[in-house]
């Protein structure tokens, strides 16, 4: 996946994919109400993309435009869509609770734990709009934690490990 250092120019751009079949299963409800107060909060400073039921590559070449993704607010980890985002080197809003970062010995975010709680979706995202070096500095953490973590070689030797310990 390639991997493009995020640069803001002008407004941060979020990107929210929504897929009604999960819907309610990733929360979409909390983040859709905390872009409204964003919207608010912040006219001139942002610019939201809202993706539902495009073909592939239009869905892709919007959310290749955002600086920030708005991914699930109920999980405890990353789910593929993240980690993609991830390793494009944008910020991700998903899970990231303390199991995980324990589990990978992070000492810096690499995403935001997104909770299903508006306000405090708000509050990560007014931080980070008005901090654009934090975006920047996460999304190049996010991209140096896949390239560790979850680069294609590398889990592709430890399933190899685990088939020949059989």
């Not at 493009?4 to 990107?15: G, H, M, N, Q, R």
């Not at 299963?25 to 107060?37: C, D, N, P, V, Y």
């Not at 608010?40 to 920030?68: F, G, M, T, W």
Request: hydrophobic share 40%; proline share 2%; aromatic share 12%.
């Amino acid at each position: 996946i390639n991997y493009s250092e995020i640069e803001i120019t002008d407004k941060v751009v979020l990107f929210l994919g929504i897929n009604r079949s999960t819907y309610y299963t990733k929360g979409i409800s909390f983040f859709e109400k905390a872009i409204e107060i964003i919207r608010e909060k912040y006219p001139d400073k942002v610019e939201v993309i809202i993706a539902e039921n495009l073909p592939y590559q239009e869905y892709i070449s919007l959310y290749d435009r955002a600086h920030i993704v708005l991914d699930q607010v109920y999980g405890f980890d990353q789910g593929y869509n993240a980690l993609e985002a991830m390793a494009k080197g944008k910020v991700v809003f998903t899970g990231a609770e303390n199991e995980f970062t324990k589990h990978y010995n992070l000492t810096e975010p690499v995403a935001i734990n997104a909770l299903p709680d508006v306000d405090s979706l708000v509050n990560e995202l007014s931080f980070l709009i008005e901090n654009a070096a934090g975006i920047i500095a996460i999304g190049k953490r996010a991209r140096t934690f896949i390239e560790k973590e979850h680069h294609y070689t590398k889990i592709a030797e430890k399933y190899l490990e685990a088939w020949k310990k059989l």
